[in-house]
């Protein structure tokens, strides 16, 4: 990559121009994003990973720029059109809008008006007119008169020439270029409802006659109006003010007064009629989608980082419950590793003997596996399973509503036919119910990201695009965890930083055939496994119980002799440096830099002997709705529940308040203050008291607030002037102001500081 590439993603990103290159070459050598900013700090100075990924995906996007500019200069010198002047413009072009505006009057086309007038002989005089000299046009004209050539009249002739001028004034990169400022400014998104869909579109209700400017209109509009538009429920257009459209282009190339610049008026109000407008609508509505895209895709990837990273029960005995009505809840028993022991039916619904039935299969189980949680999926006939587990009052057992969105995917997928060949899809859907409270991110890794439930127009925004930032996602969730080699299964090692599903399956079948790994360096002995694959991944696999104690830890077997060589110089083993603060406390971190450990990673391995391998997901809290609220027709007006944050939209949060239908809570209702952003507030899986505002049972749905009642100010006091005294004036309290004078007073205030 070139020099002057560094210096512009460097400014871009504000960092250093170092910074960029060297981590260039270290991405360009094969290093992952998290081994990078984590294991190479001082050679990035300390970039973290939002800054390297930034930095790999500019860098992409400048390599596929100068790819499409040697095509460009290669094409335009086959054409034998590459000028010097034209040379320096297409190489000093730093957007591929301005690269394909320079290209488009060169660009192989088809058949158009303008070629044909070539064709018939009719440029010159199309030159001659943007002349606009003061001549006599019909005599002009009449000089291209050749009826083989179909060019009958002066009339014929001079249309000829206006096509001519009309492509000429498209393909203008200057005005291309303000005529693209002036549609995101002055744009506006139009819809109108289209004859007969009326019942058909009824969620699109808001948007039958709708306007709104482009450079206002949020993500999530554009993309629902867009597809609206691709559902053929509305007609969507980008209207401009015509009249300040024509100036623009009047300005650039009408330069007289005269039957010639009349001429030119007349080409270029074709010209935007017939080429520019429709250009710019396209290029617009490309530019928005784009733009709509990457805001969906970053509150999908949010959303999808907040879920994978919410706390786990940990390892413990889980009774996990599919629930169901008249097919009856799927029982399944799990050990402490999430192995499956045991599944059953249960028919709790279907009349008081089923209910005694089920209630004695339940007693059962969590007596005869010690049972300490219990998990039901959410869907339908969650609550009611839910009341009616809480209802046998199972001591020490926990009971948690868990969110099976995506679990259905996992059943029928070929990982879950692989665990479970036997089985049928319910158990391995409860399975999975049960494995997500006892690890989210362990089981959520092996079912697409895009069916986990958390997206906004997932399926709407570019595919690649989003599949590559969800990836990203998970690869940065679990490598931040670290995942314990010994019992990770080969869907979560497949995201391990230098790994992939390969070495990971590798892995696995080395792990089933020799048994546990004792030792980290014993990875070195799998197939296909080199020395660049352990160094990016070694440091984000732990081993519990392992030979080595910083096995167990983040610290990067690389960095194992500088550890043992701080506990040589303290007197101590290195157990005692990682169990005894003293000794840690005693560690002078300059003493162990060098030329290439700092004080980055030095601060990083002290931090880590302190809390070795510590899980930083927050601690599980169980979790309940409220009792008796199982269904929409169960909720008033007014009512405040508590309620499980399960997506977040740019325009607000859905949360869970145990009805089998989210509700919403607008971004306006997420605080008493402003917000911007609702990240701000509230993230996935958080628990919140929201209060029911409105109900629309017919089209289900419940808007929600979780704005808190303000305590009404207290009145001030008033103030009394006390007066000087005087021998003829006796003292007296200041009479109020009536209120009405107030208002009118504030009314005055209010209008002179507006």
């Known amino acids: 990559?070139?020099?002057?590439?560094?210096?512009?993603?460097?400014?871009?990103?504000?960092?250093?121009?170092?910074?960029?290159?060297?981590?260039?070459?270290?991405?360009?050598?094969?290093?992952?994003?998290?081994?990078?900013?984590?294991?190479?700090?001082?050679?990035?100075?300390?970039?973290?990973?939002?800054?390297?990924?930034?930095?790999?995906?500019?860098?992409?996007?400048?390599?596929?720029?100068?790819?499409?500019?040697?095509?460009?200069?290669?094409?335009?010198?086959?054409?034998?059109?590459?000028?010097p002047e034209l040379e320096t413009l297409i190489k000093n072009a730093e957007t591929m809008v301005a690269l394909e505006d320079i290209y488009l009057p060169y660009k192989p086309k088809r058949k158009t008006k303008a070629s044909a007038a070539r064709e018939r002989g009719l440029q010159p005089l199309a030159d001659k007119v943007l002349e606009q000299l003061n001549i006599d046009l019909e005599l002009e004209a009449a000089k291209y008169i050749d009826e083989e050539k179909g060019v009958a009249t002066t009339a014929d002739a001079l249309a000829g020439a206006r096509d001519i001028l009309a492509e000429f004034m498209a393909e203008n990169a200057d005005l291309r270029s303000k005529m693209r400022e002036f549609f995101l400014n002055k744009g506006s998104f139009h819809s109108k409802l289209i004859k007969g869909k009326e019942e058909a579109g009824q969620k699109y209700k808001d948007y039958f006659d709708w306007s709104e400017p482009v450079k206002s209109a949020p993500s999530h509009r554009v993309l629902a109006l867009r597809r609206a538009e691709k559902e053929i429920i509305l007609t969507l257009d980008i209207e401009v003010p015509e009249d300040e459209a024509l100036i623009i282009l009047e300005n650039m190339f009408v330069t007289s007064n005269n039957p010639s610049s009349a001429e030119v008026k007349l080409a270029a109000a074709d010209s935007f009629k017939r080429l520019i407008k429709p250009s710019m609508e396209t290029e617009v509505r490309l530019l928005t989608k784009k733009a709509a895209d990457t805001e969906a895709i970053r509150v999908f990837a949010d959303n999808a980082r907040q879920l994978l990273l919410a706390a786990p029960v940990g390892q413990k005995r889980i009774m996990a419950i599919d629930p169901g009505f008249r097919t009856g809840c799927k029982v399944v028993c799990l050990d402490e590793q999430g192995q499956l022991l045991e599944n059953t039916n249960i028919y709790p619904h279907n009349g008081n003997e089923s209910s005694k039935e089920a209630a004695k299969t339940v007693r059962f189980l969590a007596e005869k596996y010690k049972i300490e949680a219990i998990a039901i999926g959410n869907g339908t006939a969650g609550r009611e399973t839910e009341t009616f587990v809480r209802s046998l009052d199972l001591t020490d057992i926990i009971v948690v509503m868990v969110n099976e969105s995506g679990a259905s995917i996992y059943s029928a997928s070929e990982v879950a036919r692989e665990e479970f060949p036997d089985k049928d899809i319910t158990v391995r859907g409860a399975v999975s119910i049960g494995r997500r409270l006892m690890d989210p991110l362990a089981e959520l890794v092996k079912i697409d990201p895009k069916s986990i439930g958390v997206g906004q127009y997932q399926h709407d925004v570019d595919q690649n695009h989003l599949q590559t930032s969800l990836d990203d996602t998970v690869i940065s969730c679990v490598n931040s965890i670290g995942v314990?080699?010994?019992?990770?299964?080969?869907?979560?090692?497949?995201?391990?930083?230098?790994?992939?599903?390969?070495?990971?399956?590798?892995?696995?079948?080395?792990?089933?055939?020799?048994?546990?790994?004792?030792?980290?360096?014993?990875?070195?002995q799998i197939p296909r496994l080199g020395e660049?694959?352990?160094?990016?991944?070694?440091?984000?696999?732990?081993?519990?119980?392992?030979?080595?104690?910083?096995?167990?830890?983040?610290?990067?077997?690389?960095?194992?002799?500088?550890?043992?060589?701080?506990a040589r110089d303290l007197g101590c083993s290195l157990e005692e440096l990682i169990k005894e603060d003293k000794f840690r406390k005693q560690i002078k971190l300059q003493n162990y830099v060098s030329e290439t450990v700092g004080l980055p990673t030095l601060n990083d391995i002290l931090n880590e002997l302190a809390k070795p391998g510590l899980d930083p997901r927050e601690q599980f809290e169980a979790f309940t709705f409220s009792d008796g609220i199982n269904a929409i027709t169960d909720l008033h007006v007014g009512m405040t529940l508590p309620g499980i944050v399960t997506n977040i939209t740019a325009f607000g949060a859905f949360v869970d308040i145990g009805v089998h239908q989210d509700g919403l809570v607008h971004v306006s209702q997420l605080s008493n203050k402003f917000v911007k952003d609702p990240n701000e507030v509230v993230k996935v899986s958080q628990k919140v008291q929201v209060k029911v505002t409105e109900i629309d049972v017919a089209r289900k749905r419940i808007a929600l607030t979780m704005k808190t009642e303000e305590a009404p100010a207290a009145k001030p006091k008033p103030k009394f002037v006390k007066p000087e005294r005087t021998e003829s004036r006796p003292v007296q309290k200041p009479r109020p102001e009536p209120e009405t004078d107030i208002a009118i007073k504030l009314a005055a205030l209010k209008d002179k500081f507006s």
């Open 1 to 83: 990559m070139s020099q002057s590439n560094y210096k512009k993603i460097a400014s871009e990103l504000s960092v250093q121009e170092k910074q960029v290159e060297v981590t260039v070459k270290l991405l360009d050598e094969g290093g992952t994003v998290p081994f990078i900013s984590r294991y190479r700090k001082e050679m990035t100075g300390s970039l973290d990973e939002v800054q390297v990924a930034a930095i790999r995906d500019r860098m992409q996007q400048l390599l596929d720029l100068d790819k499409r500019r040697e095509a460009i200069l290669k094409s335009m010198t086959d054409l034998n059109v590459l000028t």
């Open 532 to 566: 660049k694959a352990f160094e990016q991944a070694a440091g984000f696999l732990r081993i519990r119980n392992s030979d080595h104690p910083l096995d167990g830890s983040a610290v990067h077997p690389e960095r194992y002799s500088l550890v043992e060589k701080m």
């Open 484 to 524: 314990e080699l010994n019992t990770a299964s080969k869907q979560i090692l497949s995201y391990i930083s230098g790994l992939g599903p390969q070495l990971a399956q590798n892995i696995v079948e080395h792990r089933n055939k020799n048994g546990a790994f004792k030792r980290r360096s014993d990875l070195k």
